[in-house]
């Protein structure tokens, strides 16, 4: 099923988001391997932090967008029938993913 992927870091969402209906994903929808929802959980956490710091750690939010980037890249992959962007929470920065 085709879909419209964002990945981003905001604040107390669950690191997807829906890029035509808005609001977030409950990633329990989606048929991801545990693994990856461990490593989308972790960068979400650290993102977060990041955020109430106020992004103040230039290089650690160059660092979480990296990451970002990287996980937006896997689900791309999981997904290949889907529309995946990353969208930096702290920049908002909006990047397409070549699936």
């Known amino acids: 099923m085709f879909r419209y992927l964002i990945v981003d ?7 997807v988001r829906d890029g035509a209906e808005g609001g977030v994903i409950d990633l329990s929808l ?4 545990p693994k990856f929802k461990l490593r989308l959980d ?11 710091e106020g992004f103040s750690n230039l290089e650690a939010v160059r660092k979480l967008d990296q990451l970002g980037l990287e ?3 896997t689900l791309a992959k999981l997904m290949p029938d ?14 397409i993913i070549a699936g």
């Open 9 to 15: 870091g905001m604040f107390h969402g669950t690191g």
């Open 30 to 33: 989606l048929d991801l391997p």
């Open 42 to 52: 972790s960068w979400l956490d650290r993102y977060e932090s990041e955020h109430l």
């Open 71 to 73: 996980i937006a890249s």
């Open 82 to 95: 889907s529309k995946i962007t990353y969208c930096s929470a702290a920049t908002m920065e909006k990047t």
